[in-house]
Every structure is written in C-alpha cells, then in structure tokens.
C-alpha cells in the first residue's frame, strides 16, 4: 500500500483548532504500518467521549465542541479517520472499504488506546465505522449519539442530493474540499475555516479517501458493503445500549435513517430524540455548541 503524509506546515494555520495531534502507528491490512492521528482534551481520568468525524472532514470538525465535553469534565480523543486529516493516507481508491476503516478504527481505539466506557459521537461516515466497533466490543461503549448518520445496508433509496454530491466527488477533476464543505453549509462559512478543510490535502494524489468514501455507501443489497453492514444492523437490535439520534433539521443524506434506528435499536426506542435546529448536514459547523448540549446531557443521564 502507498501511503503518503500530509506535511505539517500544512497544518500551520487551524482557526480554533489548537490541539496538540497524537500519533500511533497500526498495521495498514497489507503488510506495512500507517500513521494515525487524533487530539485530546480534557482531564486524562474523566469518562472518555470518542468523536468520529465523516466525509470530508476531519476532527478539525469538532473545534467548537471539544471544550464544551472538556469543560464538562470528559477526556476527549477526536481521531482523524485514515485517508483523512493528519492520518496516513493511502493512495488508491481501491485501499479504502468499509471493513478496513472499521479495522482502523479498532486498532487505534481498542488495541492502542483500550479506550473504555466509550460515550460515542458519530457523524457521517464516524458514525457507521464507530457503529462497526460495537458487534465485537460492546462492552467498552456505554452510551451512542449519532448525528446526520446511519447504517444503511442497500435499504435505503439514497436521496438525490447525495447522488449530486457522490457525482461531484467522483468526477471532478481538482476536487476541492473547501468547495463540498462550502456547498453543505448553510451558511457562507470564513476562508480560514474552509482553507482548514483543505490543509490535508495538498494536492489531487491526497484526496484517494474523500474519493473512495461514497462509493462504499451500499445502495443496493447486492453492494459489496451491504453484507457487513447488515450484519452490523441485525446485531444493534440486541444492544440496550442508550442510543439518541440528534439529527439536524436541514439535514439532506440521512434523514430517513433516523426514524428506523429509533425504531430497530432497543436503547433507542421509547426516547426523545432531539432535532438540532438552524443546521445542516454540517451540524458541528452551524449548531455545534447546541450539539455538543445535547450530547453532554445525554452521557450523563444516570
């Protein structure tokens, strides 16, 4: 596997996102090792708050909710998925699917850092890998909140705008992050802001994951990811895991997905699931600190 890293000065200018990065090194699936990152705050012993971030961002995502969990007196690790942020980045399409982003996954948090206790927050693609944790490691989570998140399995009809958003990705020569996070948001978002989404990748050879991540989404049940993702699915429906779905309420992908977990995963059913307001898909971005409020109650209901 190709892997290629990110210089650091790339990282130079991160409004906001002053966190020192951590570094570990896993095993790639092919033979070699790669580099992951991720950022912590908070104090070392507090329950810990694992923060995924999805497609295209990185942690730098979760600027404005890291001192809300910190100041509330969580340990928080937000890691850079691989192919992303300040992680190794393998250089083919082909070395991304969704398996090998859960293995990932596992060895930062379960064979590296023994992360314990988890109260998860997922998004986006965060929230199907960090859901692909819990069938072998369910007793290390203790509570999920996913936000603009799902599980699909080929069962869900993909809305029309993210068919724009996966053609755009594919087939846009020079693609350029900052244009998809500016094209998602709500708002007109700082230059700085959008500048920082664009600082993992200098150039177009770096871009493999933004790249590969749509076409992992199983759109059909004969989709080469549908089977792990199903057999996810059937296993949330024997956790009493506590479960909120904190969705935004200009959310444009995943809607439909949260009624049928609220419906299909016991810790779900029977709750208040919390609509974030003013926000699209990028709820961090345009509702974070209302996100992170909602998160920080729920990890500590008794």
Known sequence: MNLLRTPEECFAELPGF??????????DG???VLRTAYVTAGPAEGPVVLLLHGEPTWSFLYRRLIPVFARNGFRVVAPDLVGFG??????????HSYARHVAWMTSLVVDALDLRDINLLGHDWGGAIGLGLLPEHRERFSRVVLSNSGIPYGHVE???????FRRTIENTPGLRVSALIADLAQSPLPPAVLAAYDAPFPDDSYKAGPRAMPGLVPVSPDHPTAPASLQIWETLSTL???FLCAFSD??????PMAAAMQEHIPGARGRRHPV???????????????LAQVAVDFFNES
């Open 30 to 32: 092919d033979g070699g």
């Open 18 to 27: 002053d966190f020192p990065p951590s570094y570990v090194e896993i095993a």
């Open 276 to 290: 974030v307001a003013g926000a699209g898909h990028l709820v961090q971005e345009e509702a974070g600190t209302s």
């Open 86 to 95: 300040r992680s190794d980045k393998p250089a083919e399409v082909g070395d």
């Open 158 to 164: 993909m809305p029309a705008a993210w068919w724009e």
């Open 250 to 255: 200009g959310e444009v992908f995943t809607q």
């Open 240 to 242: 009493a895991i506590p």
